[in-house]
C-alpha cells in the first residue's frame, strides 16, 4: 500500500493533502449529516467546491478487526476510480491505497 494523503481530525470530518505524481490538493472529508440509509456515504470528499469522492466508516476483517474509513475518489482525470482507505494513529490519518491485483493469463 502507498500513502497518497496525510490529514488531521477536524470537528466535522478530515482536512488534509492528496499528493501523488499527478495531482496534488487540499482535501476535506465533511461529514454527511443528512444520510438517507445504510448505504449513504458518511462522507462527501471535497477539494475547493468540487466533488472528489465518498467515504463510509468500515473495519478489517480478521482476529483483531481495525476500524478505517473506506473511500472512493473519482475525477475526469482519472482511468478509473480510486479505492483507498484512511487509517487513524496517533492523532493523524493517512490515505493509502494499492493497485488491484491484475488476472494472471496462461
Given at each position: 500500500?502507498?500513502?497518497?494523503?496525510?490529514?488531521?481530525?477536524?470537528?466535522?470530518?478530515?482536512?488534509?493533502?492528496?499528493?501523488?505524481?499527478?495531482?496534488?490538493?487540499?482535501?476535506?472529508?465533511?461529514?454527511?449529516?443528512?444520510?438517507?440509509?445504510?448505504?449513504?456515504?458518511?462522507?462527501?470528499?471535497?477539494?475547493?467546491?468540487?466533488?472528489?469522492?465518498?467515504?463510509?466508516?468500515?473495519?478489517?476483517?480478521?482476529?483483531?478487526?481495525?476500524?478505517?474509513?473506506?473511500?472512493?475518489?473519482?475525477?475526469?482525470?482519472?482511468?478509473?476510480?480510486?479505492?483507498?482507505?484512511?487509517?487513524?494513529?496517533?492523532?493523524?490519518?493517512?490515505?493509502?491505497?494499492?493497485?488491484?491485483?491484475?488476472?494472471?493469463?496462461n
Amino acid at each position: 500500500m502507498a500513502t497518497i494523503g496525510q490529514f488531521k481530525p477536524v470537528n466535522n470530518g478530515y482536512e488534509g493533502t492528496i499528493s501523488t505524481m499527478t495531482i496534488a490538493r487540499k482535501v476535506r472529508f465533511v461529514a454527511n449529516d443528512n444520510k438517507k440509509g445504510d448505504s449513504s456515504p458518511d462522507y462527501f470528499i471535497k477539494t475547493g467546491q468540487c466533488d472528489l469522492g465518498v467515504a463510509w466508516h468500515a473495519e478489517s476483517e480478521g482476529e483483531t478487526p481495525r476500524k478505517y474509513i473506506k473511500v472512493l475518489l473519482d475525477d475526469p482525470s482519472f482511468a478509473t476510480p480510486v479505492n483507498a482507505a484512511l487509517f487513524e494513529h496517533d492523532g493523524n490519518a493517512d490515505l493509502v491505497w494499492s493497485r488491484p491485483k491484475r488476472e494472471q493469463r496462461n
